[in-house]
């Protein structure tokens, strides 16, 4: 009788599988580009219909319906946000990727989660930006601390200490991509909790970019 009824509800719930749109991947890459240059997008999907749907807003040449699993290269002169539909007859599915075009210059947030290390008596935190996230020709221009306390910042063999709220233009022409290590002391009368605290638990840089030609 078990049997009889796992069956039973094995069939009944195949359609609904079936009916469910799934996207297993969506990827665009890289997510910070210079102007002229192209993004790769690759997806992976499932659903009845066999194909999906891909919009672009702005709306952008090259983009509209394919096939379940596949690949586009497109070249957005502005901020665009990728959007993957796949329809389902129970259930669709949509996912969403934005991609930054760099202007002249432009600015943008990188940091991650703090840690805070008893030994060294510092807040930390390091970061990798990767290929499928910027372009090779993004640098930074000028780096702004904007906390009320020292900031030591380094990449590729160079350390800048920064003071609180101030600037450094001491990283000019370097590469974005790559790994950033950004560091706060811990004064002598403060405890690691009150500097994850003052932090919020992360340390972002604010950077301003550009693109090299």
């Not at 350390?159 to 990283?171: A, K, L, M, R, Y």
């Not at 340390?203 to 550009?210: D, N, P």
Request: charged residues 20%; glycine residues 8%.
């Amino acid at each position: 009788m078990a049997d009889r009824f796992a069956v039973f509800a094995t069939v009944l719930l195949a359609p609904l599988i079936v009916g469910c749109a799934q996207i297993k991947s969506f990827t665009v890459a890289s997510s910070t580009i210079c102007p002229g240059e192209t993004v790769k997008i690759d997806w992976v999907a499932s659903g009845n219909a066999g194909k999906v749907t891909l919009d672009a807003v702005p709306t952008l040449e090259g983009i509209g319906e394919g096939p379940a699993e596949g690949s586009r290269s497109v070249a957005p002169v502005q901020n665009t946000r990728f959007i993957l539909k796949v329809p389902g007859a129970f259930k669709s599915a949509q996912r969403e990727w934005d991609v930054q075009v760099v202007p002249v210059q432009s600015f943008r947030l990188l940091g991650g989660i703090a840690q805070c290390d008893g030994k060294t008596q510092s807040v930390s935190t390091s970061f990798t930006i990767q290929q499928k996230d910027t372009s090779s020709r993004v640098r930074a221009v000028l780096i702004t601390n904007s906390y009320s306390r020292r900031l030591s910042i380094s990449k590729d063999g160079l350390e800048v200490d920064v003071p609180p709220n101030g600037t450094t233009d001491s990283f000019r022409n370097t590469s974005l991509m790559g790994t950033w290590t950004v560091r706060s002391p811990v004064g002598p009368d403060e405890a690691c909790d009150s500097a994850l605290k003052a932090v919020a638990h992360r340390l972002t840089i604010k950077t301003q970019m550009s693109c090299a030609e």
